[in-house]
């Protein structure tokens, strides 16, 4: 079986390479038969003038979906993405290996400013902050993870002056994105099944059974559906995979259309905006980008949404002279339009976790060789474990005089080695090489080279420390400065305490009992320390994104708001923004299944605008 297995892989990734030449959606070249190019010589190359009528600048989970509904109408779309096109690409598509995109061209790799409060054990207390550069942005490399939230969420943004986003409003928004394929759900109201994205249900291991059995142990609700009625509570995963593989945005809004609309919806790959021109009434007439070491500007003639990320897209406001005055002239950017909010308001999901360890317990959670067994039948029929998101059930828990869900367990069933560990998770942490020196020797002497057989992680879902993103001053077009502030708010440090003590009461309880595991600890720096102090040396040392970023460029009417509710950026005309940096604050979920709401509601709002429908 094995055998088979790794020889289907060959043939299978071998015949990747050859379609991959024939599947593409994008452009390789400019298209001669646009209205205008002109060139002419420069220092930088040839400059290209091209006219379209509308331009969405970044191909990520929310531009994707934009540029598909715009080009339904008769209207001329270009969507531009930085990286390369998502098609054969197997770390994208097997949700399985979703992990193994960080530090590759598909990934940005950004990293934060040393954080002061948090990320002790982390190399200069830095941490890697991955974003999709790759058709589909995040949704290509993200864990699958669909979740909206809970209505209080919505209705706490139209509180705080994003009219017209309150949860009866963007509701419709995300049955329309959906196409719910779990028999169980797929009747449900609380879902649609005629939406592009495929959403599927993970199955539950038997540990996520036990995960869920201590919940309802310690008295929380265990739900039929975090999507529906109720969104606290301990419940399976939802998850953006159909057949097997992963759904991102390029393949539910863009392949199966690109063909037949080529000659209105086009795609460029490998292009790098360097910012929006305005004309004197500060209206946004184009955009400057470089593609094969050519300037090209391609104009807008009605108007450019900005689709480029929670990191990218205030970054790209402040190069194009919208953004806080003091910053724009520290880097010698004309202003166009002072917005003081621009890269400010960030806010992330911060999480610690928790590790456990169960002799006999390999049967009942993921390992390598399950894995490795599991191949044939996942290459030949798309099933098993391959297909699914590493992730296995969650609890959204809420504490005492709160409305909404302030903590969120994540379960991780998958029994992890000192080789993945140290290669993979303690790497894409930056963890210092010295903190985990002796739980290496630990468990390559007690464990069989197993560091840990499962792992709970406890994240704060409504941060109270918010953070920014800066031009960088020694390079303006290069890596922002990101400064997330984690912790620096004791309110998130509390949250994250909780969460810790609510998974010793789970380890506690007769659920867990029968699973005859114990917590590892792989460091003892925090020993010393008695009661709370101690837990709080714990949160504060081993402090990581679970890569939430959101709320940049956020929707609102007070002076720190970006945009409006209908996502128009304040101080100019014809530029909007479209992706999670408009959140007015976090949710009580992963933003990706939002992020697909915001692009269906937007691209409504603009065909409205301009009579397409």
């Known amino acids: 079986m094995i055998k088979q297995s790794v020889y289907i892989a060959l043939v299978a990734f071998f015949i990747y390479g050859i379609l991959k030449k024939h599947v593409s959606i994008a452009r390789d070249h400019i298209d001669a038969t646009y209205d ?16 379209y009528l ?35 690409e197997p770390l994208v598509s097997v949700p399985l290996l979703s992990a193994l995109n960080q530090f590759t061209n598909r990934d940005w790799s950004y990293m934060t400013e040393p954080q002061s409060n948090a990320c002790h054990h982390m190399e200069n207390n830095v941490l890697p902050w991955p974003r999709g550069k790759i058709l589909g942005g995040t949704s290509s490399i993200n ?37 719910m394929i779990s028999s169980r759900l797929a009747e449900s109201p609380y879902h649609g099944n005629e939406g592009k994205l495929f959403i599927n249900e993970k199955k539950l291991n038997p540990v996520g059974k036990s995960f869920l059995k201590a919940g309802e142990e310690l008295g929380f609700e265990v739900l039929d559906d975090y999507n529906g009625e109720k969104c606290s509570g301990f419940s399976t995963f ?55 070491g050519q300037k090209i500007i391609v104009n807008a003639t009605k108007e450019i949404i ?15 002279g919208v ?45 390598p060789k399950s894995i490795l067994l599991s191949a044939y039948n996942y290459l030949v029929h798309g099933t098993g474990p391959i297909g699914h998101t590493m992730m296995d059930a969650f609890a959204s828990v809420k504490w005492k005089d709160s409305s909404l ?99 010793d009461k789970m380890k506690k309880t007769e659920a867990f009992k029968e699973l005859q595991v114990n917590q590892v600890y792989f460091h003892h720096s925090c020993d010393n320390i008695k009661g709370k102090k101690r837990l709080e040396c714990m949160v504060r040392s081993d402090t990581f994104t679970t890569y939430h970023p959101c709320c940049t460029a956020k929707i609102g009417h007070d002076k720190m708001a970006v945009v409006d509710t209908n ?33 269906e509601k937007v691209s409504d709002q603009i065909q409205k605008e301009w009579h397409l429908i």
């Open 567 to 599: 996502l128009k950026v304040y101080g100019v005309k014809h530029l909007r923004v479209a992706d999670a940096s408009v959140f007015p604050h976090h949710i009580s979920s992963p933003p990706q299944a939002t992020c697909y709401m915001i692009g």
């Open 405 to 503: 869900p302030q903590s969120q367990l994540m379960l991780l069933a998958m029994e992890t080695d000192t080789f993945a560990f140290k290669n993979f998770f303690a790497k894409g942490a930056n963890y210092k090489t010295k903190v985990f020196e002796e739980a290496y020797a630990e468990a390559e002497k007690e464990r069989n080279k197993i560091m840990f057989s499962f792992a709970i992680i406890n994240n704060v879902l409504h941060p109270q420390s918010v953070g920014s993103i800066r031009l960088n001053p020694f390079n303006p077009n290069g890596h922002p400065l990101i400064d997330p502030k984690y912790l620096t708010d004791q309110r998130d440090a509390d949250i994250l305490i909780k969460g810790l003590e609510l998974v």
């Open 143 to 179: 864990t699958l993870l669909y979740a909206r939230g809970c209505p209080e969420d919505f209705d706490s943004w139209k509180e705080s002056g994003a009219d017209g986003w309150g949860y009866d409003d963007v509701f419709p928004y995300f049955i329309k994105s959906e196409h």
């Open 306 to 320: 900005l689709s480029a990320g929670v990191i990218g897209t205030p970054q790209l406001l402040m190069l194009s």
């Open 238 to 292: 939802q998850e953006t995979t159909n057949k097997g593989y992963r759904q991102n945005s390029a393949t539910a809004y863009l392949r199966q259309h690109a063909r037949e609309r080529q000659e209105n919806l086009h795609i460029i790959v490998r292009s790098h905006v360097q910012k929006v021109l305005f004309n004197k009434k500060k209206i946004a007439t184009a955009v400057e980008l470089i593609k094969n």
């Open 54 to 88: 509308l331009l969405a600048v970044g191909g990520g989970t929310t531009g994707a979906v934009v540029a598909s509904r715009l080009s339904e109408s008769n209207v001329k779309v270009l969507l531009i993405e930085a990286g390369d096109e998502d098609s054969f």
């Open 323 to 367: 953004g806080p005055s003091t910053e724009l002239e520290r880097n010698k950017i004309n202003v166009v339009s002072h917005l003081p909010g621009v890269g400010q308001n960030l806010q992330d999901h911060v999480m610690t976790g928790t590790f456990f360890y169960g002799k006999n317990i390999s049967d009942l959670v993921l390992t």
């Open 36 to 51: 205008f190019i002109i060139g002419e010589c420069s220092l930088t190359g040839f400059t290209f003038i091209i006219y």
